[in-house]
């Protein structure tokens, strides 16, 4: 199946610095990507839609101006977490589709965020 | 109420045996039905998708989902240590990749 590569799988942080997690689909492009974050024990959260070009599209609730999304190319969305928090620590997916249809949805492997 | 529930567990059955996992939900408008595995610390993984309801078969894993009751099902049938993980179900109203999500049922396969 395709391949979306997740970076980086885990990274500490001191509060009050921005950390970058990239997303990328490897052998297809990605019309659109997906962020969710996901506590443990709990479900996957979505927390917004990236189209490359446009603008990210968040969910109610999720700061936009905190969860940076950038979706420069058809392979590749980015996600910063802007001036990061202890609360913000979590385990935050990304996935990438390739058309229509959960069999063109691709998952991340995921980055736990421990923010100290 | 959660629009999807889903039975936490965690769940402990012996090798070869049949697992059922189950998930309920209260929208109407899902259409779209989706099992996946989620090993620890890592991405879900699709293991079953299916259109309105009926049954789909895969090999070891079935798909059931009955609309008129909101209920869906993944059967497991001779269970092996490596389907220990952690099974979400998830259920889109479009085609569009934006699911909503149960809480996962983790699962443990005992040799």
């Known amino acids: 199946g395709a391949v979306v590569s997740q970076h980086p799988s885990w990274v500490i942080c001191k509060s009050g610095t921005s950390v970058k997690i990239e997303c990328r689909s490897l052998?297809?492009?990605?019309?659109?990507m997906f962020w969710y974050r996901q506590f443990p024990k709990q479900s996957l959260m979505l927390m917004a839609t990236?189209?490359?070009?446009?603008?990210?599209?968040?969910e109610q609730g999720v700061e936009k101006d905190k969860f940076l999304i950038n979706h420069a190319s058809l392979t590749l969305s980015t996600l910063t977490v802007t001036s990061a928090h202890p609360e913000d620590s979590s385990f935050y997916i990304c996935?990438?589709?390739?058309?229509?249809?959960?069999?063109?949805?691709?998952f991340g492997s995921g980055t736990q965020l421990s923010v100290l | 109420q959660k629009e999807v529930e889903q039975d936490p567990g965690p769940l402990s059955v012996p090798e070869g045996a049949i697992v059922s996992l189950n998930c309920t939900y209260s929208?109407?408008?899902?259409?779209?039905f989706m099992w996946y595995r989620q090993y620890s610390r890592k991405g879900p993984e699709l293991l079953m998708y299916?259109?309105?309801?009926g049954n789909k078969e895969d090999g070891r894993f079935t798909a059931q989902v009955d609309k008129s009751s909101k209920y869906i099902s993944l059967f497991i049938r001779d269970s092996q240590p490596s389907d220990s993980a952690t099974y979400l179900c998830?259920?889109?109203?479009?085609?569009?990749?934006?699911?909503?999500f149960g809480d996962g049922t983790t699962l443990t396969v005992k040799p």
């Open positions: 998830a259920m889109s109203a479009t085609n569009a990749g934006k699911s909503t």
């Open positions: 990236s189209n490359e070009g446009s603008k990210a599209t968040y």
């Open positions: 929208n109407s408008a899902f259409q779209y």
């Open positions: 299916t259109y309105s309801s």
């Open positions: 996935s990438a589709s390739s058309g229509q249809g959960a069999e063109k949805l691709f």
């Open positions: 052998d297809f492009q990605a019309t659109t």
